[in-house]
């Protein structure tokens, strides 16, 4: 899977973002809007990370 599912997750993160920042504008309830903020936040952690070099570089 090499650089797939880093780059996967960081669009899964970019499209959470803008799911975000939609729901902001329609005035959604706050809970969804920080889930969904999590969400992208979590995505893009796991993708960074999958990224950096580990013991087995």
Do not use: D, F
């Not at 899977?1 to 329609?26: D, F, H, N």
């Amino acid at each position: 899977m090499g650089a797939a599912l880093p780059t996967l997750l960081l669009i899964l993160a970019g499209v959470l973002v803008g799911g975000a920042w939609s729901l902001y504008r329609q005035g959604a309830s706050k809970g969804a809007i920080v889930i969904t903020a999590l969400l992208a936040v979590l995505a893009t952690v796991g993708g960074v990370l999958w990224l950096l070099p580990g013991e087995n570089a």
